[in-house]
């Protein structure tokens, strides 16, 4: 699924400013890792289980989709990837770790907090966890949700090589990112970030482009978030390991899609400059059943546009019912 190819450039995005819902933070182990999780709601309710995406913290998901799952009778958890947030960080050059280790961390947090099954919810990296997670430990997924991402067995990297010389795309693949958005990534690759503005100015940017060109882009929110994030994360830097991980296609991730039992629900930007619609389509197609909810002027991310965020809670509620 998502090619972490970008180096410094994490995907999915990001959220609110925090205090208005109270969750329950634990530490739950994953093998020798201890990872960050947080709950919110009533524990006897059906779960609902937030994956967020490559080097993203947990605390990316906002609470107005926190909220709006709570009151609809859910309880929800969310959890910091390892090497992300407060989580343990890993020694990527002697313990290197794939999408099975990644869902195998999203299947102790479930363990961690009693809960056999959940619906599954993951965008970008974390909707390829979910792929996995469906595939691999069925009885574990009631539903999934989708958002922002491709077949999980899709190796990007050729469609990423040609657009990053200049070639011209192959019709028989799908598509590379947008023409603007690996002009940013080269441009990106080459600025100064030898100070904290530096990096937060870049990230920042970063979250601009995955917003897309269509809809509105909160600034403010987004620099607030990356700013709470550097002040939570033990090793910042960790996070870069996500794109080693991703790099990597074993066997167990070319599983065939059409294995997945669990009603799928897939959510895709109209303007995902990262993964254009093509991938969400494909994604549904190979899925028995799946629902593609294309939305409109989206980029890679629902939660910096306004009322995007409640349409994305909206579409979640009506499929985990």
């Not at 709570?70 to 390892?82: M, P």
Request: aromatic share 6%; net charge negative; proline share 8%.
């Amino acid at each position: 699924m998502d090619y972490q190819g970008l180096w410094h450039l994490p995907y999915s995005v990001i959220a609110t400013v925090p205090g208005m819902l109270a969750g329950d933070e634990k530490f739950v182990s994953s093998g020798r890792l201890r990872l960050w999780t947080e709950r919110f709601g009533d524990p006897g309710k059906p779960a609902v289980l937030l994956i967020m995406g490559t080097s993203t913290q947990g605390i990316g998901w906002p609470e107005e989709l926190l909220e709006a799952l709570v009151d609809s009778g859910r309880q929800v958890i969310r959890f910091d990837h390892r090497d992300t947030g407060r989580s343990d960080c890993v020694d990527f050059t002697t313990d290197p770790y794939a999408l099975a280790d990644m869902a195998a961390d999203a299947a102790a947090v479930l363990d961690g907090h009693g809960v056999a099954a959940a619906h599954i919810v993951g965008t970008s990296l974390g909707a390829a966890i979910g792929q996995w997670l469906a595939v691999h430990r069925a009885p574990r997924v009631r539903t999934l949700t989708a958002i922002a991402t491709s077949p999980m067995g899709h190796n990007p990297g050729p469609a990423w090589a040609r657009a990053m010389a200049g070639e011209p795309a192959v019709a028989a693949e799908l598509p590379p990112p947008t023409a603007s958005f690996v002009n940013h990534v080269l441009v990106s690759a080459r600025a100064p970030r030898t100070t904290q503005q530096e990096r937060l100015d870049a990230d920042v940017q970063t979250w601009r482009m995955l917003n897309g060109d269509v809809l509105p882009f909160d600034e403010a929110a987004a620099r607030s978030f990356v700013e709470r994030c550097y002040a939570r994360a033990g090793n910042f830097a960790a996070a870069l390991h996500h794109n080693l991980a991703g790099r990597r296609f074993d066997d167990d991730r070319r599983a065939p899609l059409s294995a997945v039992t669990a009603p799928t629900l897939v959510v895709h930007g109209s303007a995902d400059p990262l993964f254009p619609p093509a991938h969400g389509e494909a994604l549904a197609a190979q899925i028995p059943g799946a629902r593609l909810e294309v939305m409109p002027g989206m980029g890679h991310h629902p939660f910096f546009s306004p009322g995007l965020t409640q349409q994305t809670a909206d579409l979640i509620v009506r499929h985990t019912t």
